[in-house]
Antibody
């Protein structure tokens, strides 16, 4: 079945980097894009960016530009999100979600189970 | 502050109908971009509920329906059930931001 499985929880010090993985199965990886969305404790959903597994084209929200890198590995059907210069406000659950590669912007489905990243000294 | 505005909470008795609004602007919903809705049960990842303004994915009960008009959209839940207690988010695309945007989220409580 179509599934996205993310890597496990992480605890990082302020200033460090974190890399979250999202392994896809049940569909042709390069037919889709992958978005990243985070949710701080008790807060709503926040769009971070997305990457096309077909072309490598990517878009990131202005708030994260310069601090985030999104990549894909077509040999392992895995998407990655790296966030650098972590601060306490980056403590959140990070989700990956599949995007269809259409001419028009579309929707996120399905979602991974989420990865809790805790930033604490 | 979210680009798309939703009421923080709505509530209703079992069997009642509730609606959740999602208000945007001329750079997102008003520009013609589609609206999609997600349900997030406590402790779980979001799940697609409505796509393309009005369409339900396979497996989503027809108690859930979506609509869009002008710069706003709405999600209606009819025949409210206890299992519908969750957070609901709308999502669209914003041309000024050149990226996807989410609503502020609405908590549905079944009385």
């Amino acid at each position: 079945q179509v599934q996205l499985v993310q890597s496990g929880a992480e605890v990082k010090r302020p200033g460090a980097s974190v890399k979250v993985s999202c392994k896809a199965s049940g569909f042709t990886f390069t037919d889709y894009g992958f978005g990243w969305v985070r949710q701080a404790p008790g807060q709503g959903l926040e769009y971070m960016g997305w990457i096309s597994a077909y072309s490598g084209n990517r878009n990131s929200a202005q708030k994260f530009q310069g601090r985030v890198t999104m990549t894909t590995d077509t040999s392992t059907n895995t998407a990655y999100l790296e966030l650098r210069s972590l601060r306490s406000g980056d403590t959140a659950v990070y989700y990956c979600a599949r995007l269809r590669l259409l001419a028009a912007p579309n929707w996120f489905d399905p979602w991974g189970q989420g990865t809790l990243v805790t930033v604490s000294s | 502050q979210s680009v798309l505005t939703q009421p923080p909470s709505v509530s209703g008795a079992p069997g009642q109908r509730v609606t959740i609004s999602c208000t945007g602007s001329s750079s997102n919903i008003g520009a013609g971009f589609d609206v999609h809705w997600y349900q997030q049960l406590p402790g779980a990842a979001p799940k697609l509920l409505i796509y393309g303004n009005t369409n339900r994915p396979s497996g989503v009960p027809d108690r859930f329906s979506g609509s869009k008009s002008g710069s706003s959209a709405s999600l209606a839940i009819s025949g409210l059930q206890a299992e519908d207690e969750a957070d609901y988010y709308c999502q669209s695309y914003d041309s000024s931001l050149s990226g996807y945007v989410f609503g502020s989220g609405t908590t549905v409580t079944v009385l």
